[in-house]
Antibody, heavy 119, light 108 residues
Framework: EVQLVQSGAEVKKPGESLKISCKGS????????IAWVRQMPGKGLEWMGI????????RYSPSFQGQITISADKSISTAYLQWSSLKASDTAIYYC????????????WGQGTLVTVSS | SYELAQPPSVSVSPGQTARITCSGD??????GNWYQQRPGQAPVLVIY???ERPSGIPERFSGSGSGRTLTLTISGVQAEDEADYYC???????????FGTGTQVTVL
């Protein structure tokens, strides 16, 4: 069974750093892309970027380039999303999701990680 | 541009047919996909490559695409279909991905 299990909810202060994780299981982690998607409170889905754990090729959405870092550790089948300095506007649910190589849709989603940034 | 526009809301009575449209330049060059998101849950893929249905998705969900427009049809709507629906596409290089603005489906 394919599973993407994300790390738990976080509460942070503005200016703090954060790294959340997404562990894949039930499939070959290095053969599929992992995408990160943001959903701000009461809002729609936003594509942030994707990484191919096989070779760590990473592509960022222009809206998020320079604001986040996406990485992966294929030895433990885990992808990461990190911020160096959080803002209140980063408050959102963040989903990781799997995308097949050569395809343009997501077939499996993680359960989401709620990040709250508040002073 | 890679924006995808959807109607904010669609209301439908149980047993009737709901149609949700999605329009944008990206759809003229690349397939579109649809996701269902029930309140408090992660999205679920319901249609991919314009009209393909993943295993486990009820047959009442169907899709079509023509030019710059993608359409999701839910035939014989059930109460459990009440959710937000998002279309999604990408550019041919696989660099730019975009979600539609989302449509809230209400079952009356």
């Amino acid at each position: 069974e394919v599973q993407l299990v994300q790390s738990g909810a976080e509460v942070k202060k503005p200016g703090e750093s954060l790294k959340i994780s997404c562990k894949g299981s039930g499939y070959s982690f290095t053969s599929y892309w992992i995408a990160w998607v943001r959903q701000m409170p009461g809002k729609g889905l936003e594509w942030m970027g994707i990484i191919y754990p096989g070779d760590s090729e990473t592509r960022y959405s222009p809206s998020f380039q320079g604001q986040i870092t996406i990485s992966a550790d294929k030895s433990i089948s885990t992808a990461y999303l990190q911020w160096s300095s959080l803002k209140a506007s980063d408050t959102a649910i963040y989903y990781c999701a799997r995308k097949q190589a050569g395809e343009y849709y997501i077939d499996y989603w993680g359960q989401g990680t709620l990040v709250t940034v508040s002073s | 541009s890679y924006e995808l526009a959807q109607p904010p809301s669609v209301s439908v009575s149980p047993g009737q047919t709901a149609r949700i449209t999605c329009s944008g330049d990206a759809l003229a060059k690349q397939y579109g996909n649809w996701y269902q998101q029930r309140p408090g849950q992660a999205p679920v893929l319901v249609i991919y490559k314009d009209r393909e249905r993943p295993s486990g998705i009820p047959e009442r969900f169907s899709g079509s695409g023509s030019g710059r427009t993608l359409t999701l049809t839910i035939s014989g709507v059930q109460a459990e279909d009440e959710a937000d629906y998002y279309c999604q596409s990408a550019d041919n290089s696989g660099i730019f991905y975009v979600f539609g603005t989302g449509t809230q489906v209400t079952v009356l």
